[in-house]
Structures are given as structure tokens and as C-alpha cells.
């Protein structure tokens, strides 16, 4: 998890808009780790709460994944680089 979330946030480029797109075609199309109707169920959930929707739904897909060391795993690695960490 820590790779694939890796390789996202360092290649993901465009906001958090371009970033729920991105995510969708690497952990719903090619990895199968969500349906398309749980995946729209998060992104409609991460875009009611404040602050960056990609942020929010990278944390989710880890906690589901993996629980809570999957969330800040995939916290952490997807945007834990933009902070300086």
C-alpha cells in the first residue's frame, strides 16, 4: 500500500480534483481494490467534508485496506511529501 499510495502522490499532478481521476484509474481500474459504486460512495462522502477531497479519500481507501495503520500509511505517503516529511 505504502508503494502504490507513494507512486500516487508523487506522480499525481492537477489538485485534488485531477487526483480523485488519477486514484480512480490506479485503485479501482487496474488494482480492483474498490467497485465503481464504493468508490463514488467515498469521493460523494470526501467531498461533503472540508479541506482536499484526494487527502480525505486516500486516508479512507487505506482505513478500509488495512485499517487504521492502512489510513495513515496511506496518508503519510500519498501526502505526507508535500508537507516536507
Do not use: N
Request: contains cysteine.
Amino acid at each position: 500500500m505504502f508503494a502504490t499510495f507513494l507512486l500516487l502522490g508523487c506522480t499525481s499532478f492537477g489538485g485534488p480534483v485531477a487526483h480523485v481521476g488519477i486514484f480512480h484509474d490506479a485503485l479501482v481500474r487496474r488494482r480492483s481494490w474498490l467497485t465503481d459504486e464504493a468508490y463514488a460512495g467515498l469521493v460523494s462522502l470526501c467531498q461533503l467534508l472540508p479541506g482536499p477531497a484526494s487527502s480525505k479519500l486516500g486516508f479512507i481507501i487505506g482505513y478500509q485496506r488495512a485499517g487504521m495503520i492502512g489510513a495513515v500509511t496511506a496518508w503519510f505517503s500519498c501526502a505526507g511529501h508535500a508537507c516536507g516529511w
